[in-house]
């Protein structure tokens, strides 16, 4: 997060045995208001704390998942 200054939820990922997608969230601790990590992994059905959270996905939803987040975020 910190060599992107207008970033304020940052997402790590990496596969998990042969079929599920593990999503770690970061988010800045100085941004009342905002998006938090813990809300986008939340939204996964994941958890974790506020500024630092994850969850899986199966991998099949993966592509379409990705898809959605970067027509949005983008």
Known sequence: LRAFPDVEVAC??????????????????????????????????????EHAAGARMPLADWPHFLRGQVAVRV
């Open 12 to 49: 790590g990922f990496f596969q998990v045995g042969a079929d599920t997608m593990q999503l770690s969230f970061r988010s800045r601790q100085h941004s009342p208001g905002k998006d938090t990590a813990l809300i986008a992994a939340r939204e996964l059905g994941g958890g974790g704390h």
